[in-house]
């Protein structure tokens, strides 16, 4: 027993790097971005699943549980769009800290907005997917019966309609969800992690 | 090639025992709470670099972290200090769901906000940690010297000083780290975690 009134042991924090030898692979963010009904949530979902099942840890962001939890005193007009696409970044980058690969879904429509969370994370850390399809496409599918209600003006400010889509400038991945299967297109990204050595085995 | 509008492949998400599963131990959050000086801090790194050690996946979030980045938008007032709180409580909900084992480290001093981060987590998932110290000793370890700031009324509403700090009621956990080492304190967390199972291989 002794006071810790004069500490002389103490460790130092977990680094970074200590957690992703411990995990066996990179962290970084999965910055999905793209229109409504364009499929970055069925993608993050998928593309996770055989992740997961690769032995890779990660975490999946989207509108279910940001929107109705650290977010839900947002809206959606452009401030409270920002600072939820800020929120949504430094929750990423506390992720990444962690050493997870990190996958996030969100419209995200502002190049400027996206650029900050890159500016946030370290180079490598962030990866921009944009999720390609026509809004014509995306507003057959519909899936949430969200684009009828902005046609019909009962949704104001609705991306796509009466509010801007910025496609990504140099995105480091793009997948095109209208032509493409699912299966390609979660191929082509963990493609992408192999070849940037995302998944390798840290020694 | 196909398209992906009639999608039929769609896998489930992952859930937060498939991750504990991949993790071989439970997630939750450690939430330390006590006064300025008390050793909030410190303890969580020492547990931290001690859980790591035994092959557990972590994550800490702290002032550092937290209010630079997340919650710099924050001050101190009483609405800011609530924000402040719930905004770490959703994240360490994220970060719970994501199979980690979560420590925090931030005074909290309201009962009712260390109630609410319990209220939106399962039961068993929210730990908390009582680190308590008399504001006495708090006050002449002083490390960062706030209190003296506080003293001298460069600090406003400085809890222990001229804001209260409410004691938890029912704590799973209280060490006292004015009379017992850092060692001790971390060695009867863990046999916290061990006797309730949180570190248990899951089969």
Redesign the interface.
Known sequence: ?????N?V??????TKE??EH??NHKSAVLWFTGLSGS?KS?LS??L???L?NL?I?????DGD??RN??NK?LGFDPDDRK?NIR?IG??S???V????LTLTAFISPYQEDRNQVRA?LEENEFIEIYVKCSLD?CE??DPKGLYKKARAGEIKSFTGIDAPYEKPVSPEITVD?????????VQVIIQYLRDKKYLTKIT
């Open positions: 027993m002794g006071t810790s009134t500490i042991w103490h460790e130092s924090s977990v200590e957690r411990q995990k499929g069925t979902v998928a996770e699943r055989a997961y032995g840890h990660t975490c999946r962001l549980n940001v939890g650290l005193n600072e929120r430094e929750v980058k506390l992720m800290d962690a050493g997870l946030i496409t057959k599918r969800t209208e032509n493409y299967s699912l299966e390609k297109t």
